[in-house]
């Protein structure tokens, strides 16, 4: 700009916005991007060491240990017992790298996909469901036209 290019064009050429520039130099000259260094206070309720340490125990002992966050606070709360909330369970554990399957819960198998049958000739082959059975003529919705009706 000092050289005589428009801010108009200056900013589109380094896609900001005209205004983002007017408050970067409001008072003469450029600052720095604020937004990544600016020290961020801790929140007055956020969890202490301990609790988040307690925490972890509960859901680490023999009687948690096989439950999600989202069954082990409703059993505290019948228990009248509130140490924090699900959602507070949640962040404590995937910050402990403890947000997998819990306890004796096997992860999904994936199952194969079905084999294919040919038949060669007539009666070699039956079956209830011809989802994959191979066809020359590909089926798809694009395919099937109903007719219509006057």
């Given at each position: 700009?000092?050289?005589?290019?428009?801010?108009?064009?200056?900013?589109?050429?380094?896609?900001?916005?005209?205004?983002?520039?007017?408050?970067?130099?409001?008072?003469?000259?450029?600052?720095?991007?604020?937004?990544?260094t600016t020290?961020?206070?801790?929140?007055?309720?956020?969890?202490?060491?301990?609790?988040?340490?307690?925490?972890?125990?509960?859901?680490?002992?023999?009687?948690?240990?096989?439950?999600?966050?989202?069954?082990?606070?409703?059993?505290?709360?019948?228990?009248?017992?509130?140490?924090?909330?699900?959602?507070?369970?949640?962040?404590?554990?995937?910050?402990?790298?403890?947000?997998?399957?819990?306890?004796?819960?096997?992860?999904?198998?994936?199952?194969?996909?079905?084999?294919?049958?040919?038949?060669?000739?007539?009666?070699q082959l039956?079956?209830?469901?011809?989802?994959?059975?191979?066809?020359?003529?590909?089926?798809?919705?694009?395919?099937?036209?109903?007719?219509?009706t006057p």
């Amino acid at each position: 700009m000092a050289a005589g290019a428009r801010k108009q064009v200056a900013c589109k050429e380094l896609a900001i916005s005209l205004r983002s520039l007017q408050r970067w130099t409001q008072e003469g000259a450029p600052k720095a991007d604020g937004r990544t260094t600016t020290p961020r206070p801790t929140p007055a309720n956020a969890l202490t060491d301990a609790e988040r340490e307690t925490i972890l125990q509960l859901c680490n002992s023999t009687e948690y240990a096989h439950l999600p966050p989202s069954q082990i606070v409703p059993r505290l709360a019948d228990q009248g017992r509130y140490l924090a909330s699900e959602s507070s369970f949640y962040r404590v554990l995937h910050a402990a790298d403890q947000q997998h399957r819990r306890g004796r819960v096997q992860r999904p198998k994936r199952h194969p996909a079905p084999t294919t049958h040919a038949a060669n000739g007539p009666n070699q082959l039956w079956s209830w469901d011809i989802t994959y059975l191979p066809s020359p003529v590909p089926v798809s919705s694009t395919h099937l036209k109903l007719p219509t009706t006057p």
